[in-house]
């Protein structure tokens, strides 16, 4: 290995440009590239920001159309093909997968996330870089931590406390940190409880690479870094794009007055030496991809995310969709975007498609015999127009059905900035309502990244497909699952309020003053819906089929902390179709509030007419636990658990209570500690008995009133039987006892 100079390693420990890692004797330089559900690599001469101009890729569906599907073996295939793509561009590190949680409907950035539940966002995004990297390709978990919204996000100080990272905004970057060992992790932009995560070693250092083993780079985003040298300590690596002649002059002259220690700059060239090592070197030939192949897979994927919110019918053939082609039916399409679709969001994530999809022309060629007609009905960007609206109107009074194409226009939302609204636009909820008033009905079909209320319109529609931003191939996902080429395979991976209002951070979101304050705490999304008892419009999880899955025999067998969760799931319907199961756990009698149920596990399952499978789950005591500040880690209280299986968080179809039989967890106990804490513990309480004697502590009504005083308070109290030698005799003098 060849020797370096101080310089060689700072600047290594830079990039060389805004895409490229630096060049020293002995270690290649890579390249790196966006995004999460495409490629965006820009050639020699792009803008100098880095967001135009980039070579074509295939833009596979946005992480929120991605977790609508449920389905992590998707997820692993769209991943080997995202890392087929880089190779065959000479990307090293494919930057992505974003796993922050949807904590407000209104972060600008949501389309690149999966999922307001943590679960589902570890396990698909595992399966994402465990795909990546199964072609030689790292990836870069994005971004740690708790970056939930865009305003201000440069400098805002995310103050959220332990047990909600713990619970919420780590597991996921978790998850793939210890199950899919991801090269590299990108840092946030924000600070967290007053530091700028890039220079955070408790989250960079600790709980990264201690606590959960990280063993590769961690990586600034863009421009992330205030202090070069407080960030290398903290456990930065990699600083992007560099700050040449600042960070590299001040890591230098750091070594050089002794102020930073030359291991820790060691400690990153080698990390960042293995990283390039992994890498290999590039191997550029985009005769390697097969594109089209690729069109498929993000049209199957595509389709896999939509989710069936509403198809109104109590029988089958009294239901709307799918749509039957026949020369007698007339179809009119409605709306901008089925000629304009919307398919990603825009900021650093957004692709150059090597193809695009045109709904229209999709939905024209899947219906062969029906009579299409297309009206705009609306302008994307502009206000009501009469023109447009009547046009459509007249088009839909001599139709049999109405496909609506509406959503939110690319200027609504974007990395960059956060919404203040989720309602689609004016010129889209007019046309709707007229639309509906002519009778004929209504199949709205949304493109959109972060979620729109429904509640205001959709009782007058008769179906409602849920679409997201799909990547390129979404307009012929959307064809192939009006016809019923496809069963609509998504569901919800985030709550459908029926108003911002209701949403659990509303008060909290986006903050003030620099700092915003994540005041739910743990209940985040169906989390605090369902604390709150809260009505929504469609719950975490929801999703129709054409076909319907019945839910029977479930059994939970307790081993300890240990069970194993079996139900079976038919398809009672006449058509072949995907369920997905859901496994939710809740713990109604904890010392802790915790939410009423949280997803445990799911499993997507493709069940022909009449067919059963029994799906089997196993739980282990982290699933049943609670992160404890006090404790300062993870605590299982024994007592009664619920175990329910069912197809969303508010249809629960089958439910189990269960005793875990586990020692209850101790609290050291402490002069500072209550006379309720001592006489509540198992150990602590008898020896108080026995050291105070008989006195109040028999007298229930009193102990009620002077409960909740710590034992070191009384000990001033005269005439109680606790005295200061009580405490000593107990161990419980200043120093506390166990
Ligand atoms: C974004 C990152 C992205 C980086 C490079 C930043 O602005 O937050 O997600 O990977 O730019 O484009």
């Known amino acids: 290995m060849q020797t370096l100079s101080v310089e060689q390693k700072a600047a290594l420990c830079l990039g060389a440009d805004f895409w490229h890692t630096a060049a020293v004797p002995g270690v290649a330089s890579i390249l790196v590239s966006d995004g999460p559900h495409g490629l965006r690599v820009q050639p020699a001469g792009g803008d100098h920001v880095g967001l135009g101009g980039s070579l074509p890729a295939t833009c596979f569906p946005t992480a929120a159309a991605l977790a609508s599907s449920w389905d992590p073996a998707l997820a692993r295939e769209i991943g080997a093909a995202l890392g087929v793509e880089a190779r ?18 209104l972060c600008g950035r949501n389309f690149e996330y999966f999922s307001e539940d943590p679960h589902l966002t570890g396990v698909l995004a595992a399966a994402l870089v465990e795909g990546i990297q199964s072609r030689g390709v790292g990836t870069s978990v994005k971004h740690f931590a708790a970056n939930n919204q865009e305003t201000d996000r440069l400098r805002v100080s995310a103050e959220v406390d332990e047990r909600t990272l713990r619970e919420i905004y780590l597991p996921a970057f978790e998850h793939v940190v210890t199950r899919a060992r991801p090269w590299t992790v990108m840092c946030a932009y924000n600070k967290v409880n007053g530091v700028y995560a890039s220079q955070h070693g408790w989250l960079l250092t600790t709980v990264l690479r201690d606590e959960w083993g990280f063993d590769g780079v961690v990586v600034s985003d863009w421009g992330a870094v205030a202090d070069r040298v407080a960030a290398l300590v903290a456990g930065l690596d990699l600083e992007m794009p560099p700050n040449r002649g600042v960070s590299d002059r001040a890591i230098v002259d750091a070594v050089a007055d002794g102020s930073l220690d030359e291991a820790v700059l060691d400690r990153a060239v080698d990390r960042m030496r293995r990283l390039v090592e992994r890498a290999g070197p590039p191997s550029p030939d985009p005769a390697a991809v097969d594109w089209d192949a690729h069109h498929a897979l993000a049209r199957r994927a595509a389709a896999d995310g ?35 679709p919307r398919y990603q969001g825009a900021g650093s994530s957004q692709v150059n498609p090597t193809r695009l999809d045109v709904p229209l022309e999709e939905i024209t060629a899947a219906l062969p015999l029906a009579t299409m007609s297309f009206a705009p009905g609306y302008a994307l960007d502009g206000p009501p127009d009469r023109l447009l609206a009547d046009e459509a109107v007249a088009l839909a009074t001599g139709a049999d059905v109405v496909v609506a194409l509406l959503g939110l226009p690319a200027a609504a939302e974007s990395e960059g900035f956060d919404r203040d609204h989720i309602d689609l636009p004016t010129a889209q909820l007019t046309l709707l ?4 008033d002519t009778g004929v009905p209504v199949v709205v079909a949304l493109a959109h990244g972060g979620v729109v209320r429904t509640d205001p319109w959709e009782h007058r529609v008769a179906a409602v497909l849920e ?9 012929g996902a959307l064809a192939d699952v009006l016809t019923g080429a496809v069963d609509p395979g998504g569901r919800l991976a985030e709550t459908v309020p029926l108003r911002l209002a209701d949403t659990p951070s509303h008060l909290n979101f986006p903050g003030e003053e620099g700092r915003v304050r994540y005041g ?54 006449a058509r072949a179709g995907r369920e997905v199961v859901q496994l939710y756990v809740g713990d109604p009698e904890c010392s802790v509030a915790r939410p009423p149920a949280e997803l445990r596990g799911f499993a997507k399952v493709a069940l022909d007419p009449g067919e059963s499978r029994t799906v089997t789950f196993t739980l282990g005591a982290r699933d049943l636990s609670f992160w404890s500040t006090a404790r300062g880690g993870w605590v299982l209280e ?19 209570t269960v005793t875990v039989d586990v020692p209850l967890p101790r609290v050291p106990l402490t002069a500072d500690s209550t006379l309720q804490e001592w006489l509540a513990d198992p150990v602590g309480g008898p020896a108080l008995r026995a050291a105070a004697g008989p006195g109040i502590l028999q007298d229930e009504e009193l102990l009620r009133v002077i409960g909740n005083f710590p034992l070191g308070r009384l000990a001033a109290f005269p005439g109680i039987g606790i005295t200061r030698e009580t405490l000593t005799h107990l161990g419980a003098g200043e120093r506390g006892a166990g």
């Open 433 to 436: 309502s007229r639309l509906a």
């Open 88 to 105: 065959a561009q000479g990307v090293g590190v494919v930057l992505g997968p974003g796993v922050n949680i949807k904590r407000s409907p």
């Open 467 to 475: 679409c997201w931003l799909g990547g390129q191939a979404g307009g």
């Open 638 to 656: 024994p007592g009664e658990f619920e175990i329910a299986v069912g197809a969303s968080s508010r249809d629960l179809r089958l439910c189990r």
């Open 520 to 573: 739910e705490g743990v209940f985040v999304g169906y989390r605090g819906f369902d604390a709150l008892d809260r009505p929504v419009a469609h719950p975490f999880g929801h999703g129709l089929s054409y076909t319907g899955f019945g839910y029977s025999g479930l059994t939970v067998d307790v081993d300890g902390t240990d069970l194993t969760v079996g139900a079976t799931v038919t398809n009672t319907g």
């Open 306 to 340: 939509i989710v069936l919110l509403r198809n109104e019918g109590h029988d089958p053939e009294d239901r709307v969709l799918p749509l039957h082609d026949s020369p007698s039916l007339r179809v009119a399409v409605v709306g901008e975007l089925a000629r304009t």
